[in-house]
């Protein structure tokens, strides 16, 4: 069964890091990450892959945090999961955000809802 976590809270700590905070207390420890996105149209959300031998664990960036985004766009800035003690590094998520944000832009095909704020906070 996949897993959900999503991002609740955004912590940049300039020249250096994003961080996000999940909304549950799982273990990170025997997860790796997939350095792929998805695009959840209906929920407005950014999808970060993050696997095991078993099943995929989705780390969901709600439209909430996406002007937090901006910043890892514009001073690549690394994207780290905190989790309690935990921290994991999400590889290739300035690349393929920035290469959803391209796609979306001007295609309804995600959906007008997804395609207008995307367009909104991302310009």
Known sequence: MTKRLTVTDVIIIPDKEVQFKLDSQDSLNDL???GQMLVDSEGLSF???LE???AYTYISVPD???SSLKEV???SLAVVVIN???RLLLP???EELEYLIDNIKGNSNYGEKMMNKVEAVFG
């Open 32 to 34: 790796k990450p997939s």
């Open 47 to 49: 999808i970060y892959l």
């Open 52 to 54: 095991n031998e078993e």
């Open 64 to 66: 909430t945090v996406w």
């Open 73 to 75: 766009i514009s001073n």
């Open 84 to 86: 309690g003690g935990e």
């Open 92 to 94: 290739q998520f300035q």
